[in-house]
């Protein structure tokens, strides 16, 4: 059975830094990307990145370069999203989700609360 | 970029069909057969129903079914039931290097 179980969420001040882990398990995790998906409170779906299985092509909105990173420890099965300088319209639960283009998979999501 | 353009709201009674509408450009939905549907249930996570247009992955009812016309995508479900009032969404590979959309999301109230 796949599962995805996101951590690192929380309540961080304006400026601030979190690092999001997703531990993954079921499948063989090195042989397929993962990528990052967020929803603001009462909002819709938001593409954030993604990472290829080797961990060598990353893929990032727009909007999220610059601040966000993803990385990969296939060792580990986890997959990491390192947010810098974190906004009030950050705030969102993110998702963690299986694929690059679709996502069959998705976690139970971690809440980033950004507020002073 | 922009967001994929869905209807906000769409509603039917049970045992009808509703279909739900996907609306981008030739750089994302009219130009790859890269559109996906995702349902998602108050505070759950997001469900795959339909990936690559019209493909089901195993374990969604056939009652879901997926089409693309140009610019635009639709999904169907026929013969609603009560389970199915859910918020859907519509996302699309990108030539961006945004690569991957969603949509805004739809309502679907089951009557």
């Known amino acids: 059975e796949v599962q995805l179980l996101e951590s690192g969420g929380g309540l961080v001040q304006p400026g601030g830094s979190l690092r999001l882990s997703c531990a993954a398990s079921?499948?063989?995790?090195?042989?397929?990307?993962m990528s990052w998906v967020r929803q603001a409170p009462g909002r819709g779906l938001e593409w954030v990145s993604a990472?290829?299985?080797?961990?060598?092509?990353?893929y990032y909105a727009d909007s999220m370069k610059g601040r966000f990173t993803i990385s990969r420890d296939n060792s580990k099965n986890t997959v990491y999203l390192q947010v810098n300088n974190l906004r009030a319209d950050d705030t969102a639960v993110y998702y963690c989700?299986?694929?690059?283009?679709?996502?069959?998979?998705w976690g139970q999501g971690t809440l980033v609360t950004v507020s002073s | 970029q922009s967001a994929l353009t869905q209807p906000a709201s769409v509603s039917g009674s049970p045992g009808e069909s509703i279909t739900i509408s996907c609306t981008g450009t030739?750089?994302?939905?009219?130009?790859?057969?890269?559109v996906s549907w995702y349902q998602q249930h108050p505070g759950k996570a997001p469900k795959l129903m339909i990936y690559?247009?019209?493909k089901r992955p195993s374990g969604v009812s056939n009652r879901f079914s997926g089409s693309k016309s140009g610019n635009t995508a639709s999904l169907t479900i026929s013969g609603l039931q009560a389970e199915d009032e859910a918020d859907y969404y519509c996302?699309?590979?990108?030539?961006?290097?945004?690569?991957?959309?969603f949509g805004g999301g739809t309502k679907l109230t089951v009557l």
């Open positions: 079921g499948f063989t995790f090195s042989s397929y990307a």
């Open positions: 990472i290829s299985g080797s961990g060598d092509n990353t």
């Open positions: 989700a299986k694929g690059r283009v679709w996502f069959d998979y």
């Open positions: 030739s750089s994302d939905v009219g130009g790859y057969n890269y």
């Open positions: 996302s699309s590979y990108t030539s961006s290097s945004t690569l991957v959309l």
């Open positions: 690559e247009v019209s």
